[in-house]
């Protein structure tokens, strides 16, 4: 199998290097005197994704030694802005990251280059082998997300599962629940209140998404031109997060929350279980003390069903560069080829894009999480878009979530909650589907 992996991986970058010979004389000359293409790129990232991705950019250029890649890094706060900043003054970089919820604005104004005939007709890889989520989400038909024309292809993928704290586990008498045989939220209930202990609380605040929609709700209508969460069932699941908070305290106060995050105290050792995303497992890796391993999210006791979000950052090209081929070979490269997906994983940046490298070498890395399924679950079984992604803007959805907390720390219900920001959170709604049409 190793050396059938290193063969593919050969005749891969042979193709990769092949096509990008294939660039004009004509693209060549007019970058740069020595004749080298010149490919600028942004993204963002702290210190270890910025390492992560500098080292595959430089195994980019080792294959390709007429491409030179200026890569720069912006903070992700000030990242649409400066962007956009550099669409107004013509200078925008031939390949940058594009986070999800700007791809419809991105595309619609016409600043993202239209990917379909590359991935449909190029020979660098085999989009049958790239989880369907990972394509389909940067897909944009003029109304939404998911189907028509694809815009820029996966940078990653992020699972999002729950991590749990082996040795407070064991102290508890807490067994984890099983692929085979899942919990429910009243099991995972039942587990916070055993784990909580002293200056130890069982779980973080739960996952919204995952208790939604798992009961068979969503916040808009399958159409997303409405407001849903005045649901009963919607209600029910708002309030099952809240309670483990305000009517349980198996999980921390928010001020205790603002003092020590969740993600700290897990990391400390006083906290039993919380969302975690495949992003953090090089943070796990190197700052706990303790074992720790991954379970699949509970199911819904009334449906029987699991869901959660799942992430993705994607790799845009402009449409104005001047080397749309190069600059197409670059996102793929990052996006897709086995030496730069080996070194993303294996610093514990992601789970592979790869299916056949995932549930292959990934799986059998001899590193935590011993159960690395649980991540490749979400991105296979039960991940979803986030709902607000689907939306042209986001505003309704930070609206909503504007007083979360009065709910979470027992103030008001859910019921009481939804009912009291539904007509705002559908004016925002309506605003955001406004601003999409215009656009047209």
Request: net charge negative; aromatic share 12%; hydrophobic share 40%.
């Amino acid at each position: 199998m190793f050396m059938k992996r290193m063969v593919s991986s050969i005749l891969l970058t042979l193709v990769l290097a092949i096509g990008l010979m294939g660039c004009s004389n004509a693209e060549v000359d007019k970058n740069s005197s020595d004749g080298k293409i010149n490919l600028k790129f942004m993204g963002w990232g702290n210190d270890a994704e910025v390492a992560t991705f500098q080292s595959m950019i430089d195994q980019f250029e080792d294959i390709y030694p007429n491409v030179n890649v200026e890569y720069i890094v912006v903070p992700s706060s000030d990242y649409d802005t400066k962007m956009q900043n550099m669409i107004a003054a013509d200078e925008q970089p031939d390949v940058f990251y594009l986070g999800i919820d700007y791809l419809m604005k991105y595309a619609a104004t016409g600043n993202l280059y239209d990917l379909t005939d590359y991935v449909e007709n190029n020979d660098i890889f085999d989009v049958d082998n790239i989880w369907e989520n990972a394509v389909n989400i940067y897909k944009y038909d003029g109304t939404g997300l998911g189907t028509g024309q694809i815009y820029a292809l996966p940078k990653d993928v992020s699972a999002f599962s729950i991590v749990y704290n082996k040795d407070l586990f064991e102290e508890a008498g807490v067994i984890p629940p099983t692929e085979e045989d899942p919990w429910d939220w009243n099991d995972y209930l039942e587990a916070a209140k055993k784990l909580t202990n002293g200056d130890v609380y069982g779980t973080a605040m739960y996952s919204m998404e995952s208790a939604v929609w798992s009961n068979g709700a969503d916040w808009l209508d399958d159409s997303t031109t409405e407001v849903a969460f005045t649901d009963p069932k919607f209600v029910e699941a708002f309030q099952f997060v809240a309670d483990l908070r305000s009517k349980y305290h198996v999980a921390p106060s928010s001020a205790e929350e603002e003092s020590l995050s969740s993600y700290d105290r897990f990391m400390q050792g006083k906290l039993g279980m919380m969302g975690v995303g495949s992003w953090a497992t090089a943070d796990l890796w190197n700052n706990t003390d303790f074992e720790w391993d991954l379970m699949d999210w509970p199911v819904s006791p009334n449906t029987g069903e699991k869901a959660v979000w799942f992430g993705s950052a994607g790799l845009a090209v402009s449409p104005k560069s001047e080397n749309l081929e190069a600059a197409c070979n670059l996102a793929a490269f990052l996006a897709f080829n086995e030496e730069a997906q080996r070194t993303s994983y294996t610093t514990g940046m992601s789970v592979p894009t790869l299916k056949d490298m995932a549930y292959g070498e990934y799986m059998d890395m001899d590193k935590s999480p011993e159960n690395k399924k649980a991540f490749l679950n979400v991105l296979e079984q039960y991940g979803r878009l986030a709902t607000q992604s689907k939306t042209f803007n986001q505003e309704w959805w930070n609206e909503f979530n504007s007083g979360i907390n009065s709910v979470y720390d027992g103030e008001i219900s859910a019921q009481e909650y939804c009912d009291s920001v539904a007509e705002k959170v559908q004016n925002l709604l309506n605003e955001s589907l406004e601003q999409h049409k215009a656009l047209k």
